[in-house]
T-cell receptor, first 112, second 112 residues
Framework: QKEVEQNSGPLSVPEGAIASLNCTYSDRGSQSFFWYRQYSGKSPELIMSIYSNGDKEDGRFTAQLNKASQYVSLLIRDSQPSDSATYLCAVNIATGGFKTIFGAGTRLFVKA | DTAVSQTPKYLVTQMGNDKSIKCEQN?????MYWYKQDSKKFLKIMFSYNNKELIINETVPNRFSPKSPDKAHLNLHINSLELGDSAVYFCASSPPSGNTIYFGEGSWLTVV
């Protein structure tokens, strides 16, 4: 089983809609969870982090965490064409130090 | 004043050659990484250094040798390049918590 799994997509939503991105992880001891956005030809950049069960909102973005189900999600409200990118779910795995493991990413297309 | 800078950005080379990628960060972070992103966009950690010491070494061929002369620099040398080494290599750094990873712009390596 892969350590961090995401649907590769592409996920296509119309402008103004809610985009829902999902991620599951295998390490029950993980405590830190992240969403990175990567535009084509660019490097990943952090957009959300979440450490506790529940929701965390930042502008149009909401991260949701359910540790019992080992599930992380990202909601993007009022999606814009500029949100079109690959969204990478990442999880810190405790290995003596820590290691950030990335999922394969979900490609999101927002149609104008 | 780029936070994480790596050179070269593009590299085309023949099989069997040896090449190096240099990386520097001016964020004052103790931890630096090399990640490899293949054609399917899967971002995989290769190495992690903390204050010049190797702390994570994934199952990477011995042809890949990282070197950290000081905590602000982490270089990657690759011997006997193979076609399968073609990928984007990202250098990155993070603060002690590891909760945000700052990526360089990437080095696009093509082996022909």
């Amino acid at each position: 089983q892969k350590e961090v799994e995401q649907n590769s997509g592409p996920l296509s939503v119309p402008e103004g809609a809610i985009a829902s991105l999902n991620c599951t992880y295998s390490d029950r001891g993980s405590q830190s969870f992240f969403w990175y956005r990567q535009y084509s030809g660019k490097s990943p950049e952090l957009i959300m982090s979440i450490y506790s069960n529940g929701d965390k909102e930042d502008g149009r973005f909401t991260a949701q965490l359910n540790k019992a189900s080992q599930y992380v999600s990202l909601l993007i409200r009022d999606s814009q064409p500029s949100d079109s990118a690959t969204y990478l779910c990442a999880v810190n795995i405790a290995t003596g130090g820590f290691k950030t493991i990335f999922g394969a990413g979900t490609r999101l297309f927002v149609k104008a | 004043d780029t936070a994480v800078s790596q050179t070269p950005k593009y590299l085309v080379t023949q099989m069997g050659n040896d090449k190096s990628i240099k990386c520097e960060q001016n964020l004052g972070h103790d931890t630096m990484y090399w990640y490899k992103q293949d054609s399917k966009k899967f971002l995989k950690i290769m190495f992690s250094y903390n204050n010049k010491e190797l702390i994570i070494n994934e199952t990477v061929p011995n042809r890949f040798s990282p070197k950290s002369p000081d905590k602000a620099h982490l270089n990657l040398h690759i011997n006997s390049l193979e076609l399968g080494d073609s990928a984007v290599y990202f250098c990155a750094s993070s603060p002690p918590s590891g909760n945000t990873i700052y990526f360089g712009e990437g080095s696009w390596l093509t082996v022909v």
